[in-house]
T-cell receptor
């Protein structure tokens, strides 16, 4: 079964900490995405990548950065965590050829205190 | 006007009822339409996928697309408590790749099936 794996289900971090969220996919997908999901706001795209070492800003990139050194791994970095970054973070991947939508990970629930 | 509109609910129905979930959209270029199901504290999973107009059936689920009205629906027959989840519609103009070709999501409808 194909998978998108997010390294942590729950994280609690302190304000000002640097936070790394890791995502790995085993489907050889070209595209990878980071979303955050908040009640009433739906899914909001933070960053996406369509190739190794390539990245594009989504709708809400402020306060975040990303890294894609290998095709299967896409990392989201919170440079200095703030309480307004408390959220559910979802990683997804897709194939440019497959036209089968996105495959999502199980999510990381991040709480910044 | 938002690109995709979806009633957030909650929508509560008794077990066994037929459920109708809907989305409207404004971008006439959309031609790939998807429904995702998301259980509490989990990531969304692809439930149904359709291309252009028409119906697609998979077990108790039927996806319907009316491009002339810019309206898509998901019907659930013989609804079960295990169907209780948030259902998100998603659509795109091209393959579901990245960038401008990426998916546009609705905010999701929270569905509750009462035993």
């Amino acid at each position: 079964d194909v998978k998108v794996t997010q390294s942590s289900r729950y994280l609690v971090k302190r304000t000002g900490e640097k936070v790394f969220l890791e995502c790995v996919q085993d489907m050889d997908h070209e595209n990878m995405f980071w979303y955050r999901q908040d009640p009433g706001l739906g899914l909001r795209l933070i960053y996406f990548s369509y190739d190794v070492k390539m990245k594009e800003k989504g709708d809400i990139p402020e306060g975040y950065s990303v890294s894609r050194e290998k095709k299967e791994r896409f990392s989201l970095i919170l440079e200095s965590a703030s309480t307004n970054q408390t959220s559910m973070y979802l990683c997804a991947s897709s194939s440019t050829q497959g036209a089968r939508g996105y495959t999502f990970g199980s999510g990381t629930r991040l709480t910044v205190v | 006007q938002k690109e995709v509109e979806q009633d957030p609910g909650p929508l509560s129905v008794p077990e066994g009822a037929i459920v109708s979930l809907n989305c409207t959209y404004s971008n006439s270029a959309f031609q790939y339409f998807m429904w995702y199901r998301q259980y509490s504290r989990k990531g969304p999973e692809l439930l149904m996928y359709t291309y252009s107009s028409g119906n697609k059936e998979d077990g108790r689920f039927t996806a319907q697309v009316d491009k002339s009205s810019k309206y898509i629906s998901l019907f659930i027959r013989d609804s079960q408590p295990s169907d209780s989840a948030t259902y998100l519609c998603a659509m795109s103009a091209k393959f579901a790749g990245g960038g401008a070709d990426g998916l546009t999501f609705g905010k999701g409808t929270h569905l509750i099936i009462q035993p």
